[in-house]
């Protein structure tokens, strides 16, 4: 692994390993025998791989485990872990509070976690608008030449060259802006693949609805009672609209489940009080409504009521839940019991540390929600100036006596509505990608934009008249 994929990987999985290690020391158990349990974790693989590094080299290389925790620090490439673990090393030489230093330091790098999604947000907004400018000035500036030359011209050159633009180089452009966003974009070791398995089956269904609209191509001769601009238009949204309804309902429970761990976290530290065992603590909150994360409390609550013990009654719940969030606060909630009883202040420091995580994701959201303002002007833009170009050049071009049905104005105005329309969508993608880390996120604007696209294009001609 490259030294910048490794630093990269390290300190996307930092916080929530230094929330771990501060967790398990406020239940007496040293950062060493933590590393040696994120060895076997498989949730965070970046640090897994660095503890089973410091476990090589105390267990056969016969290091003393400070001594190992050093070199490592020394050998990575992360600013962060090696400002943690030397910190840390240091404490210990020189006697000072651990504990103190694990709770600041983890408070530091949330902090600093923090501060570089909100970089990154803004980052992600000036590449969107980038996008935009790109796409549309750009695209612009060609219709309104393809526009121009089309009435004049009756060759297929134009055609072509426009097909090359539409079909070849803006989805070559999407693609690399597609990439650039999921450079700069925080990265999960989970994937959800559903949304792209039900866009693969529903772009078939698309493709044959767009088939049957135009007769198959002309082949055969059956009535068609839509023009081309509507048929792409409505193969387009059935290829998407079931994949962005299956994104919508994945994300959403994802978000409520996050939303529920948080409130229960909350309760279960004030319940803890009470000097419960966290058990009974969990079986009484069961009862409380938490959202989504309330059928998976009652089914958590039922099976440690039938005795099943704690640890294989959450890892059930981790195997059913893809939110990665979730799965990192059940699993220190897990380790916490499991090792220190889940003391008082050991589930105080968790809840903390979550509702910190909770804050920076809701900012990251808040922060790029204004930017998904501008791809919906944008579409507008683009096919209004696009078909209010063509029809006044060719209005003008008619008055002055100069054609005598050499082109075909609306047969010239349903290909480059075509052409806007596949713009559009791609914009929608990349939008998706950009605002919400996922292309799956795309399919609800590419639909959106796809409609909002062809309803202007029937109404913006009827609305200006020369």
């Not at 948080?262 to 065992?277: C, N, Q, V, Y």
């Not at 920076?360 to 002007?377: A, D, G, H, T």
């Not at 096919?383 to 054609?403: H, M, R």
Request: one cysteine or more.
């Amino acid at each position: 692994m490259k030294a910048g994929e490794r630093a990269r990987a390290v300190e996307r999985e930092m916080p929530f390993a230094a929330a771990y290690i501060t967790v398990m020391a406020t239940g007496g158990i040293s950062p060493y025998v933590s590393f040696n349990r994120l060895s076997k974790v498989e949730l965070m693989p970046a640090m897994r791989n660095e503890a089973r590094e410091i476990m090589r080299d105390v267990e056969i290389f016969g290091f003393d485990p400070l001594t190992a925790l050093v070199n490592s620090a020394k050998n990575n490439p992360s600013d962060m872990y090696t400002d943690f673990i030397s910190g840390y090393a240091s404490t210990v030489i020189t006697g000072g509070d651990i504990g103190h230093f694990l709770e600041r330091k983890t408070d530091d790098i949330f902090r600093a976690r923090s501060l570089k999604i909100k970089v990154a947000a803004e980052r992600l907004g000036t590449l969107l608008e980038s996008f935009i400018i790109v796409m549309v000035l750009m695209s612009l500036c060609f219709y309104i030449l393809f526009s121009v030359e089309a009435i004049y011209s009756t060759g297929m050159s134009l055609y072509s060259t426009m097909i090359m633009y539409t079909y070849l180089f803006a989805p070559m452009l999407s693609v690399v802006f597609i990439y650039l966003a999921h450079g700069m974009q925080p990265k999960s070791p989970l994937n959800e693949w559903r949304p792209y398995k039900v866009a693969a089956l529903s772009s078939a269904v698309g493709v044959f609805v767009y088939m049957l609209l135009t007769g198959f191509l002309g082949i055969i001769s059956i009535p068609v009672f839509v023009d081309q601009a509507t048929a792409v238009s409505i193969a387009l949204v059935v290829a998407t609209v079931p994949s962005a309804i299956v994104h919508y309902r994945i994300s959403s429970r994802r978000h409520q489940i996050e939303k529920g761990i948080a409130s229960f976290l909350r309760d279960l530290t004030e319940i803890r009080k009470t000097g419960m065992a966290p058990e009974k603590c969990i079986e009484n909150l069961a009862k409380r409504n938490y959202g989504e994360f309330s059928k998976e409390l009652q089914s958590i609550s039922t099976q440690l009521s039938w005795g099943i013990p704690l640890r294989q009654v959450f890892t059930d719940f981790m195997n059913r839940t893809k939110s990665w969030l979730s799965q990192l606060v059940i699993f220190l909630l897990v380790e916490a019991i499991d090792v220190g009883g889940g003391t008082i202040a050991m589930i105080e420091s968790l809840t903390r540390f979550n509702n910190m995580t909770q804050e920076v994701e809701k900012e990251k959201r808040m922060n790029s929600r204004p930017y998904m303002i501008v791809p919906y002007f944008a579409a507008i833009m683009l096919v209004s100036t696009t078909l209010l170009t063509l029809l006044f050049v060719g209005k003008t071009v008619s008055i002055a006596g100069q054609t005598t049905g050499s082109f075909d104005l609306a047969s010239l105005s349903s290909t480059f509505t075509v052409s806007v329309i596949v713009h559009v969508f791609m914009i929608g993608l990349v939008a998706g990608k950009i605002s919400e880390e996922s292309v799956a996120a795309g399919f609800k604007h590419s639909a959106l934009l796809v409609v909002i696209t062809l309803l202007a294009s029937i109404l913006v001609p009827q609305l200006v008249s020369f």
